[in-house]
């Protein structure tokens, strides 16, 4: 009896072994005593190829020698709980899988296929059947959908009702294309006789290639790496999938450099996907929010989802991944603006945990705020590097507290700094806090908290733009500069404090020591005290709140004499650091 070989669809397998034996293919599933049912003249196995009924698994172990696990391997079910989900399927009813069809990314009728797999072998691998499927990383070039020479989608079967059927006909050639076609005047079918390995094949460039190894490595149950952390099949394309329903959505307002190195089969199977989604086309049966999660409809279609969605699925920093996620989030916002919607197309789109909590900030953030500073002229002269974590205090006061009511200082001067950030380029507030090296976190809870409180966006803009007007004209300081050469400043030494110290009575504690460190760094760095260096490493006996209290009461306390000693010794170690 043929063995399949590993990581056979079932399908292929019947071909092959109906081939070895001399039958037809329809005729092989009997044989095997797979359970079916009739239509007409039709014979067809129940589930074919998704799953095998308790009955058709027995019969069929009994018939081959092969076991209920090599038999269930072939089968799209070996996929369930990982790259796909068939929770619903019930084996006692075949219209259980009519959800699954319109659900799952998975191609329940046909397959794609290499051609230059098939000039070797005459096997089909299951995975073919994926809606992930895309490249073939051995051969690196982009699979192929259909038959040129039926127009029939491959493994089809037929052009009106694909169903993936074996033939019954004798003689089915596993290398061919095997389609059933109708002569334009009439008459019986014949089958497509086209070799498949005849096909051309496109090269993809190794970036795809190792995005489509890295899905399949997760379809087959290795842990994959997302934002750092390791997650299993499930959550991975979860990951994937609602990336990819954004990018959908959103990609009207975004660029999408990652497109750019490929073939111009994958950009324009791409553009033309989109171009069917605009609002006011009708082509594709059902609203938005079902099209932007439907399966990728063709092999350079996920190709193209797979290259977009990289940055995304292989960063290794939570920032990174809060920088892809906030730029998209702002694309769509301005879909939304443009094209209003009842409800939001990617609310609904199912997301693991992990997924929602970096989302949830990220996506409050009220798109009107986004959109209105795209369409305004940048700050001039001002880089990244010259932008604060806080805003200086009275420009504060003077021009933005007004604009954000409700909101503390310290949370409004951060805010202030993402926005002057975003004038100077960062295409969203996520960008924003990345090109300023702010903790990801810390600036998602801001601005997905405040940003909704601002009443006039021109006004907030107008404010924030003058502000930065002010401080270029004080000289411009590189506060990324000192914020790395400060980042060890854990204390100051004690001789430095002791001559001011000891005039006043005050020992030189240290306490005292690590407090004036702090308060240094936030002197020159106009960054918030609790990130100080002094009050980030490990301070044994001390608690948040001690800590919190000591920063208050040295703040209150230092005397000029202090104060000018440290910040002369703090000018001294700058000059050191740029020396």
Not at 183 to 208: H, I, K, N
Request: charge should be positive.
């Amino acid at each position: 009896m043929l063995r399949p070989a590993v990581g056979e669809a079932f399908a292929s397998w019947i071909d092959r072994l109906a081939w070895q034996i001399g039958i037809a293919p329809g005729d092989a599933v009997r044989v095997l005593g797979l359970e079916c049912r009739q239509v007409r003249s039709a014979t067809r196995p129940l589930f074919f190829g998704i799953a095998l009924t308790e009955t058709s698994a027995h019969r069929a172990s009994v018939a081959t020698g092969l076991t209920a696990g090599e038999l269930a391997g072939m089968q799209l079910a070996a996929f369930d709980g990982g790259a796909l989900d068939f929770t619903g399927l019930d084996l006692t009813s075949e219209r259980s899988v009519t959800p699954l069809v319109h659900r799952e990314w998975a191609l329940f009728t046909g397959s794609r296929a290499c051609p230059r797999c098939l000039v070797e072998t005459p096997v089909w691998p299951l995975w073919w059947r994926l809606g992930t499927a895309a490249v073939c990383p051995r051969h690196r070039v982009l699979l192929i959908d259909s038959c040129p020479g039926c127009g029939i989608r491959l493994r089809g079967g037929y052009a009106r009702r694909g169903r993936g059927l074996i033939s019954r006909a004798l003689g089915v050639d596993p290398g061919r294309c095997n389609n059933h076609v109708r002569p334009e005047s009439g008459g019986t079918s014949r089958l497509c006789d086209q070799l498949l390995g005849d096909l051309p094949s496109v090269a993809v460039p190794d970036a795809l290639v190792e995005a489509q190894r890295g899905a399949l490595r997760a379809a087959d149950g290795k842990p994959r790496p997302v934002a750092g952390q390791a997650v299993d099949a499930a959550e991975w394309f979860g990951w994937l999938r609602f990336a990819c329903a954004l990018v959908r959505f959103a990609a009207p307002a975004q660029d999408t450099p990652a497109l750019a190195g490929l073939t111009d089969q994958v950009t324009a199977a791409f553009a033309a996907y989109q171009q069917r989604q605009e609002p006011g086309v009708q082509e594709d049966r059902g609203g938005l929010r079902t099209r932007v999660q439907q399966s990728p409809p063709t092999a350079a279609h996920a190709a193209a989802l797979l290259a977009i969605t990289q940055p995304l699925l292989v960063s290794p920093t939570v920032s990174k991944v809060s920088q892809w996620l906030g730029s998209w989030l702002d694309a769509a916002g301005q879909v939304r603006q443009a094209n209003p919607y009842k409800t939001d197309p990617l609310r609904l789109v199912p997301r693991p945990e992990r997924l929602e909590t970096l989302i949830a900030p990220l996506r409050s953030s009220p798109y009107r705020v986004s959109g209105a500073l795209r369409a305004r002229p940048g700050l001039a002269g001002v880089r990244p590097a010259n932008i604060p974590h806080l805003l200086d205090h009275g420009d504060y006061q003077d021009l933005i507290a007004s604009h954000l009511p409700g909101t503390a200082p310290l949370t409004g001067r951060r805010l202030a700094a993402l926005a002057l950030a975003r004038l100077t380029g960062a295409g969203s507030w996520a960008e924003a806090a990345a090109v300023l090296g702010m903790d990801a976190a810390v600036a998602a809870r801001i601005y997905g908290a405040v940003v909704k409180r601002v009443p006039g966006p021109d006004a907030f803009w107008d404010a924030v733009r003058e502000a930065g007007a002010r401080m270029r004209s004080r000289g411009l300081v590189d506060y990324a500069a000192r914020r790395a050469a400060l980042a060890n400043l854990t204390e100051v030494p004690h001789a430095v404090l002791f001559p001011v110290c000891h005039r006043l009575g005050r020992p030189v504690t240290p306490q005292r020591r690590r407090h004036a460190a702090a308060w240094l760094w936030q002197h020159l760095t106009s960054g918030d005290i609790r990130e100080a260096p002094a009050y980030a490493s490990n301070w044994p006996g001390a608690t948040t709140a001690s800590i919190r209290d000591g920063a208050r009461r040295f703040a209150a306390w230092i005397p000029t004499s202090v104060a000018q000693a440290l910040t002369a010794w703090g000018d001294h170690l700058l000059t050191e650091g740029s020396a």
